[in-house]
């Protein structure tokens, strides 16, 4: 495949299905980061869940939705791939 800008690619993607994994060592910081948060708000939270559980799940919504668009963009093209062609 050829790569976007002439730049190596932070993630790669999957051989089966759709998706990434991680390939440098900036998709790995971005991986930790975004799970350091997860865990973060997951302490916060845990002492009054019931009260904040909508903003809990809006912020793991967005976070999510944060790391698919880093990768979308610092990743391979995304396709569905089913194996080597």
Do not use: C, H
């Not at 994994?21 to 865990?39: D, E, G, K, N, R």
């Amino acid at each position: 495949m050829e790569q976007k800008d002439n730049k190596k690619y932070w993630f790669k993607a999957k051989t089966y299905g759709y998706g990434w994994y991680p390939a440098t060592w900036q998709a790995w910081l971005i991986l930790l980061v975004y799970l350091m948060v997860l865990a973060a708000l997951i302490y916060i939270f845990e002492t009054d869940i019931e009260k904040y559980l909508a903003f809990y799940f809006i912020a793991v919504f967005v976070l999510t939705g944060l790391l698919i668009y880093i990768s979308y963009k610092k990743g391979e093209p995304a396709k569905w791939r089913w194996g080597k062609k």
